[in-house]
């Protein structure tokens, strides 16, 4: 009894990582989303930030011949074109970036079937507030 309770404390301290970010790890998850060929797809992108509201909405991203065609507010339905939503594969250069950049805290989950990241969690400098962000990108729909 003592000695599983104490292994039960022990698991409460440790932290869950989705993901190994050896560079190795990460190439193979990128070359398993790329085997899907996607370049027509819909998905919701939301951003978590210190940011102005309209930077945080939830926004249904069309993506056609790779690039990004639209994006539309799913609150309200309005075509928005002010903000430069990402493709999946720009996700996947963030993620890039914030290996070579050694950000403090990265933190990504995938989708389990079509291999794209669904939150990436990034914080480039732990003692540096408000530069942390969160990104979701869900409900992938390939056209």
Do not use: H, K
Request: proline share 4%; net charge negative.
């Amino acid at each position: 009894m003592i000695l599983t309770a104490s292994m039960l404390i022990t698991l409460a301290g440790c932290s869950f990582q989705p993901f190994s970010y050896t560079q190795e790890a990460f190439d193979e998850r990128r070359a398993r989303w790329e085997l899907n060929e996607l370049t027509d797809y819909d998905y919701v992108y939301r951003r978590s930030c210190e940011c102005l509201p309209a930077a945080t909405s939830a926004m249904t991203v069309a993506v056609r011949g790779g690039e990004v065609a639209s994006a539309t507010d799913t609150q309200s339905g309005a075509n928005v074109s002010t903000y430069p939503y990402p493709t999946i594969d720009e996700l996947f250069d963030l993620i890039q970036d914030a290996i070579d950049r050694e950000a403090q805290r990265l933190d990504v989950t995938y989708d389990t079937w079509l291999d794209y990241p669904t939150q990436i969690r990034i914080d480039y400098d732990l003692e540096t507030a408000d530069d942390e962000f969160t990104i979701e990108a869900r409900d992938l729909a390939p056209m």
